[in-house]
């Protein structure tokens, strides 16, 4: 009879065994890819967000002259006049290599403005695309239209404007359509209208002061994209901003450590799962095993017997797992995160989980297998 038939006909001789031992396998290899599936699911959706929330790229003019202000607080009273960009130059961002990562590409123009005896920053823009990239933001009223602009909350506050109020720009009428609520940002001082309009009050018809660009952060290639907008135009200053890159970046690599620490645990139960009853196994088959040694059964013959248990038990407990654990995790999924999507079946992760699966049986049936290979024939057929 050859190795392999015993090794089978010892797995349906003792189906019970089988059952639990392909069944601790089976919660342990699920329990991972179950986690490993729910988090890169969960990374997808928040890479996903977190590219929508604002800009991670900016940019304006090239300038020689250095910043004055810093929180909010500029110091000194000189104000220099810097380039503004052609409009419809705008649309060789869209043509760099990486513009699939591309996202919103939100043009403004800026410019002061004399508004009820006060100078104030009037910035125009699309307020569709605005929007979408300023996701957080809240305001009253409505989105302006024609003839309309939004205040910041502390640009109505001095002004003393409320919506459905009027206010005369540069010596040109708008009605106040909303206001938008305190954001902390440099939009509270602000007066913000629709492009074409900013420009004619500004004088600025058909001119840009500056950029903002959402990109999409997978595989986060925000370095090449800089580099690729700036030879697109050379006169302008590009620049990422890396603290939100890299905050996205964190929250998600985070995220990923807890659920690999969490894999880590599951496949230690699982092996002293295997271990143990392994180790039981081959403590109930000490007269059988002593009757192959009897018979001439080398030492490397037994502990083969035990090892191809273990795999064939590890191969199925492995397949159930991966199968199981993406199951668990379609169905999960929808309950962790709202409107969140299954990321599907990932057949590395199957192949890592198989191969798992079959070592940790293999690593827990070792010791068990030294063991029976060195039982003395003598001591075990005195059990007989």
């Known amino acids: 009879m050859k190795l392999h038939n015993i090794s089978f006909n010892n797995l349906r001789r003792r189906k019970g065994k089988m059952i639990f031992l392909i069944l601790g396998l089976f919660i342990g290899i699920a329990t991972i890819v179950t986690l490993l599936s729910i ?171 500056m950029v903002e660009i959402s990109a999409f952060c997978r595989g986060c290639p925000i370095s090449d994209m800089v580099l690729q907008i700036a030879e697109k135009f050379p006169e302008a200053k590009v620049t990422a901003l890396k603290q939100a890159v890299m905050s996205k970046m964190q929250s998600i690599d985070m995220f990923k450590t807890f659920s690999y620490g969490i894999a880590v645990l599951v496949v230690f139960i699982g092996s002293l799962l295997v271990f143990i009853t392994m180790m039981g196994s081959v403590n109930e088959r000490t007269r059988e095993i002593g009757i192959f040694r009897a018979i001439g059964f080398r030492r490397g013959h037994v502990m083969q017997i035990i090892l191809l248990e273990a795999m064939v038990v590890g191969l199925v407990g492995g397949i159930l797992g991966f199968l199981g654990g993406n199951g668990v995790a379609w169905l999960v999924m929808p309950m962790v995160l709202t409107d969140g999507a299954f990321a599907g079946i990932n057949t590395t992760l199957g192949g890592v989980s198989v191969l798992l699966a079959v070592a940790l049986s293999l690593l827990a049936s070792l010791y068990p297998a030294l063991k029976a290979s060195r039982l003395d024939p003598s001591e075990a057929l005195r059990a007989l």
Do not use: C, H
């Open 39 to 209: 988090t890169e699911s969960m990374s997808r959706d928040i890479e996903d967000r977190l590219d929508q929330f604002g800009a991670n790229i900016v940019m304006v003019p090239k300038s020689d002259n250095l910043s004055l202000s810093y929180g909010g607080i500029t110091v000194g009273g000189v104000s220099y006049e810097s380039a503004d960009f052609a409009e419809e130059s705008i649309g060789r961002i869209r043509e760099i290599e990486n513009n699939k990562n591309l996202g919103a590409v939100v043009p403004k123009v800026l410019g002061s403005v004399e508004a009820k005896g006060r100078k104030v920053l009037l910035m125009g823009t699309n307020f569709n695309d605005e929007l979408q990239l300023k996701t957080w933001w809240q305001f009253k009223g409505d989105v302006p239209a024609e003839n309309e602009v939004m205040l910041g909350a502390s640009a109505a506050e001095t002004l003393g404007l409320k919506i459905g109020e009027s206010i005369s720009l540069n010596g040109r009428d708008f009605s106040v359509a909303s206001i938008l609520m305190m954001t902390g940002g440099a939009e509270d001082g602000v007066i913000i209208a629709n492009m074409r309009e900013a420009q004619e009050v500004l004088g600025k018809e058909g001119r840009v002061s």
